[in-house]
């Protein structure tokens, strides 16, 4: 059974910086390309960043382009998520999810076959 576990989250002032790491249990993620995933209350979930299994091709969404960086380590069979620069507006719940197949159609994985429970984001002074 695969299954993602999100954590790292918290609350940060504007500004900040957090990490947010996304490890798979049962099941080897070098298998699948992995995205991260954000919904706000009263929002539909938004796609922010997808990386292929090997690594080797990443992209990001606009609302975190530049802000955001997408990354595996293979040894901890964790994804992570940096996150700098940190706004209001990004608080929200962020998860993680495994894509079956090696890469992203953008920045959003294909045909998703997981999903983390999620991690709160809050950015506010």
């Known amino acids: 059974q695969l299954q993602l576990v999100e954590s790292g989250g918290g609350l940060v002032e504007p500004g900040g910086s957090l990490r947010l790491s996304c490890t798979a249990s049962?099941?080897?993620?070098?298998?699948?390309?992995i995205g991260w995933f954000r919904q706000a209350p009263g929002k539909e979930r938004e796609g922010l960043s997808c990386?292929?299994?090997?690594?080797?091709?990443?992209n990001y969404a606009d609302s975190v382009k530049g802000r955001f960086t997408i990354s595996r380590d293979v040894a901890k069979n964790t994804v992570y998520l940096q996150m700098n620069s940190l706004k209001p507006e990004d608080t929200a719940v962020y998860y993680c999810?495994?894509?079956?197949?090696?890469?992203?159609?953008?920045?959003?994985?294909?045909?998703?076959?997981?999903w983390g429970r999620g991690t709160q984001v809050t950015v506010s002074s």
């Open positions: 999810a495994a894509g079956a197949y090696y890469y992203c159609a953008g920045y959003i994985p294909r045909n998703i076959a997981s």
């Open positions: 049962g099941f080897t993620l070098n298998y699948y390309a």
């Open positions: 990386i292929s299994n090997n690594a080797d091709s990443t």
